[in-house]
């Protein structure tokens, strides 16, 4: 996971362990920069707000320390060139829209179609007839 800085791409993992061990006194800081600065864009989405914060404080701490090595002496500025950039995220799931339109479409123009039909024939074929008579006590509003 890397930011643009100045023409150059932070390693933001290493210069949040950089961070920890310099300015919070952290022994095990490159633990904690995996949990909160993940390699991966999606790890870092999944913090939420804290990696976030996170990755935010490693890059104002690159910028004003002018520092360029990591914990362990390990390069935090690349050029461009010298790293291949993939795609962000890798999706865990591919959602299909509209895959059986032809035949909803040709559904659709049988003589008597009805759209509220259809679409209860529909709720009810998928889901069960008894479905909507079930209740559910997990959204039961708490007091």
């Not at 362990?17 to 952290?26: D, G, K, M, S, T």
């Not at 010298?82 to 962000?88: G, L, R, S, T, Y």
């Not at 059986?100 to 659709?108: D, I, V, W």
């Amino acid at each position: 996971m890397s930011v643009s800085l100045r023409g150059a791409l932070v390693d933001l993992n290493a210069a949040y362990a950089l961070y920890l061990r310099n300015v919070q006194h952290e022994g095990a800081f490159y633990e904690l920069a995996d949990a909160r600065v993940p390699a991966n864009m999606r790890g870092l989405f999944e913090n939420g707000d804290r990696g976030s914060d996170a990755a935010r404080e490693a890059v104002d701490y690159v910028t004003k320390a002018g520092v360029g090595t990591g914990p362990s002496g390990e390069s935090l500025r690349f050029q461009k060139n010298e790293v291949k950039i993939k795609a962000p995220l890798i999706p865990k799931k591919f959602f299909h829209t509209a895959g059986n339109f032809r035949g909803h479409h040709e559904e659709a123009q049988k003589p008597g179609f009805s759209p509220s039909r259809f679409a209860l024939d529909r709720f009810f074929s998928k889901r069960g007839r008894h479905h909507r008579s079930r209740r559910s006590h997990s959204f039961t509003p708490s007091i």
